[in-house]
């Protein structure tokens, strides 16, 4: 009687699993690598100073993070992001949309952009390094330097991209060219600017730790790691690259699918 | 024995609102080389009664027997068309798409590029054989896609609208075209439509469906010799009484 | 139309040479140091220099070594489990948590780790491509699994088509826009991934080596040569390399729209 159809293409996919079970399952990979990473650390084959078990990475956490060191890195990390990105956000955002109305702007720029962009921004850090000394300058340029391409390349785009019928229609509407730029090309363009403020934001992220490591700077994720080398500390690189994945999955979760979900949104009400 | 058989086919769906009854106590037999053209309005369940057909989909209540066979998903005694015209692998040039079904019965590639060849010239359109989907009309689509679905000689051809989405001249070409194709291969053809016109152009018998659950309301003999005429008197005499089967029952809600 | 390629091309030209001219102007004013700005001519000088001895060559050669096996050892692991990820609930469920966790990651934070447990040299820097290709791959490859049109699928099940043709002639090419998406994001992180694991691990070759190598003596032109050449490599790529993999796929089966990364 209950006997269901199997039909796959129609019958819609069975109701979601409960929140527990879902938890349950999103957590088993992790139980079954943290206990080949305890097997292993356990079994003697390198010494603990290499391979600490997982306890010694979570007291060493625990203790770093009550005497207030890992915090402050953490924090001249987070501070540099925002910076970096904040600038290329302002220049990107800008010349981008500059690029996509002026059609002298674009044939200046665009071979400006398309001969930076593909090179890879690290290539850059030890450049600036000479140029602006060890420490934060460097290091929050280089950043925003690198940050600053896709933005650039997104804006650009997305200006492009604003429909003639719309631009047509709203001059026959009486816009002057103050709002047509506010009511119709940013709105027309913001998806794709959203777009290339997350790649940017992403590849800011990407390249920071790289920097910190190679700028000296006196405190950051990547500096803390990277010193730990030098006394085979182990127990705190691993704390470092913990709390630098946190900050990561914190941007993706709470930056980047808001920004991805704000474009989807915005996609839908385009095309 | 009849060729295809559909035994009190009943299907429900299972929606997140509930279970929803599909088709229910579906049965109708059709002869070899028979046109048979299944119409009703949209939601009738007509598409989904061919997807059982083809054996995509398994009712709940009853079964469909190919030449006394019950069908056990889908098989190679069937060929089928789409509405989609997506259904073309992009990958693949008509000729390449033609020859596939050859190609997954294990036919060396220069016999199975001579039918596939064949068969496109069938629909017209050999000399289209090295050209990919996307250079294609939608009408040059579709008759890639039946033109497939001949390829590997099937006994049976299943059609799901497959010129709905098309312009009317384009459809009208199609359908002549069909009829040929038809009087040349004599397969046994299912084809869904929803359009009237089309069904007593193409059927020798016509099923009419009525929604909510899908049902068979009745069967229609076409007795028109071929090629037809839509233009005649008993053409249009056809026409109109499908159209007033099928709007009686809209009035009857 | 005509006249205005012309017109951008030559306003394009003109532009480069004008920065390259303000450069040249600001390198020979005096007011920085000849080792922090190097004048163009000093900058051509010594990347000539390198590329005839042969010297630039070993470096680029050692980078394209590292880059390639890091890559290909991505495409490797990343293109079969994506798939198997795309095909079996069970296989998603386990691997899609431990890369949401590692991914965001920088693949240049394991460096350190790195170093410590293999020592320096090709293995880390590899490994660091290695990690910094992988997830582009892998879950372009996933979605790129899901997005096949199940039209496809029914359609070739109908031709009698079993799991193993399914997989090679339907759902390979079918998901093959994000495959080749994936391949060019991932070479692209695997290329910026090398030059900073260079900077930081590799110990007497490669482009990035020698980039950092030279800020320690000062050899502005050294650098700016070698990222001529970073930049040259990277660009040869893209644009040869996945631009004709496209145009002989994607683009041949118009199916560019399909996937927009």
Redesign the interface.
């Known amino acids: 009687m209950h006997d269901v159809a199997r039909a796959s293409d129609i019958a819609l996919t069975p109701a979601a699993a409960g929140p527990l079970r879902r938890a349950a399952r999103n957590a088993f990979p992790f139980v079954v690598v943290g206990a080949i990473w305890e097997a292993v650390a356990h079994a003697g084959l390198f010494p603990p100073r290499f391979f600490p078990p997982l306890e010694t990475v979570a007291a060493t956490l625990a203790r770093l993070t009550m005497s207030g060191v890992l915090p402050h890195h953490a924090l001249d990390t987070i501070v540099r992001l925002i910076a970096g990105f904040a600038l290329a956000a302002l220049f990107g955002v800008t010349i981008g949309i500059v690029m996509g109305r002026s059609r002298r702007a674009e044939d200046i720029l665009l071979p400006l952009v398309s001969i930076g962009a593909p090179i890879p921004g690290l290539a850059y850090a030890p450049l600036f390094l000479l140029w602006f000394g060890p420490g934060n300058v460097p290091a929050v340029a280089l950043v925003a330097f690198v940050s600053a391409f896709p933005i650039i390349y997104n804006s650009w785009t997305g200006v492009k991209a604003v429909k003639d019928i719309w631009l047509r229609s709203a001059q026959a509407m009486g816009a002057n060219d103050r709002r047509l730029f506010r009511h119709v090309i940013v709105p027309g363009a913001l998806p794709y600017i959203v777009t290339g403020l997350r790649l940017g934001l992403a590849q800011a992220w990407r390249i920071l730790v790289g920097i910190e490591m190679l700028a000296a700077v006196p405190w950051g994720l990547g500096w803390l790691i990277f010193g730990a080398q030098e006394f085979l500390n182990t127990d705190v690189m691993l704390a470092g690259i913990v709390v630098i994945a946190l900050i990561g999955l914190a941007l993706e979760k709470f930056v980047f699918q808001r920004l991805e979900e704000l474009t989807v949104v915005r996609w839908g009400m385009l095309t | 024995m009849p060729h295809i058989e559909a035994r009190d086919i009943s299907?429900?769906?299972?929606?997140?609102g509930g279970?929803v009854p599909?088709l229910r106590g579906v049965s109708f037999a059709m002869e070899a080389s028979e046109f048979l053209c299944i119409v009703g309005p949209s939601g009738c369940g007509k598409s989904?009664l061919l997807?059982i057909i083809?054996?995509?989909?398994?009712?709940?209540v009853g079964e469909i027997r190919i030449a006394g066979q019950p069908v056990r998903g889908?098989?190679?005694d069937?060929?089928?068309v789409?509405q989609?015209f997506?259904?073309l692998?992009?990958?693949?040039t008509a000729l390449g798409n033609v020859a596939?079904?050859l190609?997954?019965?294990g036919v060396p590639k220069a016999e199975r590029e001579a039918t596939a060849l064949e068969q496109l010239r069938l629909v017209k359109l050999e000399h289209f054989a090295k050209s990919?989907?996307?250079?294609l009309s939608g009408g040059m689509q579709q008759r890639v896609a039946i033109a497939?679905?001949l390829a590997?000689n099937p006994a049976v051809l299943l059609m799901d609208e497959p010129f709905a989405a098309l312009d009317a001249l384009t459809r009208d070409d199609m359908q002549r075209l069909l009829a040929d194709v038809w009087r040349t291969t004599r397969k046994t053809v299912i084809y869904v439509t929803h359009n009237v016109a089309e069904a007593v152009y193409l059927a020798d018998r016509v099923v009419v469906m009525t929604p909510h659950p899908g049902t068979v309301k009745t069967e229609v003999t076409i007795k028109l010799p071929r090629p037809r005429d839509p233009l005649s008197v008993e053409f249009l005499d056809y026409q109109k009484e499908l159209l007033r089967l099928l709007g009686q029952d809209a009035k009857g809600h | 139309m005509i006249a205005d390629r012309a017109r951008s091309l030559w306003r394009g030209a003109v532009t480069v040479i004008v920065v390259l001219a303000i450069y040249e102007a600001v390198a020979r004013s005096g007011h920085f140091a000849p080792a922090l700005m190097p004048t163009l001519g000093v900058v051509l000088q010594t990347l000539l220099g390198s590329l005839l001895d042969g010297s630039m060559f070993e470096h680029a050669a050692a980078t394209l070594y590292r880059v390639l096996c890091g890559f290909g050892l991505a495409v490797f692991v990343g293109l079969p489990l994506g798939v198997l990820m795309g095909r079996f609930r069970p296989v998603e469920n386990f691997v899609l948590p431990l890369a949401s966790a590692l991914m965001p990651i920088p693949s240049l934070a394991w460096i350190p780790v790195f170093i410590l447990w293999l020592g320096l040299g090709n293995a880390v820097t590899i490994l660091i491509v290695l990690y910094a290709a992988l997830f582009p791959m892998l879950l372009n490859t996933w979605s790129g699994v899901r997005a096949v049109n199940p039209i496809w699928l029914r359609a070739a099940g109908a031709m009698g088509a079993n799991e193993n043709a399914l997989f090679w002639k339907v759902i390979i090419p079918g998901a093959s826009p994000f495959i080749i998406a994936g391949l060019r994001q991932s070479f692209l992180r695997a290329w910026v991934a090398v030059i900073g694991a260079e900077m930081l691990a590799a110990s007497n070759f490669g482009l990035g080596w020698v980039i950092f190598d030279a800020k320690e003596f000062l050899n502005t032109d050294v650098m700016l040569s070698s990222l001529i050449v970073i930049g040259f490599i990277g660009f040869v790529t893209e644009r040869l390399v996945f631009g004709s993999l496209e145009r002989a796929t994607i683009y041949r089966w118009g199916m560019a729209q399909a996937a927009k990364t």
């Open positions: 299907l429900i769906y299972d929606t997140p279970a599909g989904t997807n083809a054996g995509f989909i398994t009712p709940n889908s098989g190679m069937r060929g089928v789409f989609d997506a259904q692998f992009p990958w693949r596939f079904g190609e997954m019965k990919y989907p996307h250079h497939r679905a590997y």
